[in-house]
């Protein structure tokens, strides 16, 4: 079984200054960890993924993330954020062997100028 | 590349009646998934499908809820009959090569049960 908290439901920040949003999971197997955007009135897209290798990952838009096992966290993070990144943000792992998807609730990152 | 493509868009329904949802994933893309996503809630995993197969729908509603991806390319979503807890939108999404490669969303169905 797995599951994963986002530990922050809405988030609000102003313009330019940076952000973190904390995910934090739960699995028995090993996973893979994704964090995906989804801007108002659209789909969701991928910002980030973690497979293997380095801890740190980046993605598109200037974001990254760092992969922390021993607290199985996942959060992800900008050091400046724009208006143009309110979405609503997911966190998401996949089960290496079964393949089994699990997604956060989700945060909403609502920036204000 | 065409994207997932999604239909209808937006669906109203009464309660106990049936409804159907297509989808068409990314040309050549094996692997297929349906989510629902309540309100306020993440897309929660309805099924998986690799080619014409089911690898997952544990949480699939099967008394009500039905899935079928024949030829292994475009795939359908049923519910029969409707509750109004069902109200709720529709990922269709399709991935390449399978669980730890990323995943393309469609639009999504809005379902409306009343």
């Known amino acids: 079984a797995q599951s994963v908290t986002q530990l922050d439901s809405q988030v609000p920040v102003f313009e330019e200054a940076p952000v973190e949003l904390r995910c934090n999971y739960s699995s028995s197997v090993s996973v893979y960890l994704f964090w995906y955007v989804q801007y108002p009135n659209q789909g969701l897209q991928l910002l980030l993924k973690?497979?293997?290798?380095?801890?740190l990952v980046k993605g598109i838009n200037g974001f990254e993330a760092e992969f922390n096992k021993s607290q199985t966290s996942f959060h992800l993070r900008k050091p400046s954020v724009h208006i143009s990144d309110t979405a609503e943000y997911f966190c998401?792992?996949?089960?290496?062997?079964?393949?089994?998807?699990?997604f956060g609730d989700g945060t909403t990152l609502t920036v204000k100028p | 590349e065409a994207g997932v493509a999604q239909s209808p868009r937006y669906k109203i329904i009464e309660k106990r009646q049936s409804v159907a949802f297509w989808c068409n994933p990314i040309?050549?893309?094996?692997?297929l998934y349906w989510y629902q996503q309540i309100l306020g809630q993440g897309p929660k995993l309805l099924i998986q499908f690799q080619n014409n197969g089911v690898v997952d729908d544990s949480q699939l509603p099967k008394d009500r809820f039905s899935a079928e991806r024949l030829k292994g390319v475009d795939s359908t979503l049923k519910i029969q009959p409707a509750k109004l807890e069902d109200s709720a939108v529709y990922l269709c999404?399709?991935?390449?090569?399978?669980?730890?490669?990323?995943?393309?969303f469609g639009p999504g169905t809005r379902l409306t049960v009343t």
């Open positions: 998401a792992v996949s089960d290496t062997n079964a393949g089994k998807s699990t």
């Open positions: 999404a399709s991935s390449s090569r399978g669980f730890n490669y990323e995943q393309y």
């Open positions: 040309s050549g893309h094996a692997t």
């Open positions: 973690y497979l293997s290798g380095s801890t």
